[in-house]
Nanobody, 126 residues
Framework: EVQLVESGGGLVQAGGSLRLSCAAS????????IGWFRQAPGKERDRVSC????????YYADSVKGRFTLSSDNAKNTVYLQMNSLKPEDPAVYYC???????????????????WGQGTQVTVSS
């Protein structure tokens, strides 16, 4: 059974950092693209960052470029989202998602992802 479990969310001051983790089970990261998405209250879910399967190419939304870094540890079957310089517009529930063997320009298209975690809340105080 494919399972994704996010952790690492919490409350941080603006300018601070958090590292989110997405622990995968039931599959190996080598065969799956992983995406991070976020949803703020009253807003649609948006893409944040994604990593292609096989070639490991990463995508970042313009709003997080230079501040967020996606990485993966295949030995631990875990994907991380390091979030630095957090801003008041970053609070949301952050979700990780998986799709089998996906790469290319549309790897961070939300509707392609079939497996989702339960989400972890990120709150930024100003």
């Amino acid at each position: 059974e494919v399972q994704l479990v996010e952790s690492g969310g919490g409350l941080v001051q603006a300018g601070g950092s958090l590292r989110l983790s997405c622990a995968a089970s039931g599959f190996t990261l080598d065969d799956y693209a992983i995406g991070w998405f976020r949803q703020a209250p009253g807003k649609e879910r948006d893409r944040v960052s994604c990593i292609s399967s096989r070639d490991g190419i990463t995508y970042y939304a313009d709003s997080v470029k230079g501040r967020f870094t996606l990485s993966s540890d295949n030995a631990k079957n875990t994907v991380y989202l390091q979030m630095n310089s957090l801003k008041p517009e970053d609070p949301a529930v952050y979700y990780c998602a998986a799709i089998w063997r996906r790469s290319g320009w549309d790897v961070c298209t939300e509707t392609l992802y079939g497996y989702w975690g339960q989400g972890t809340q990120v709150t930024v105080s100003s």
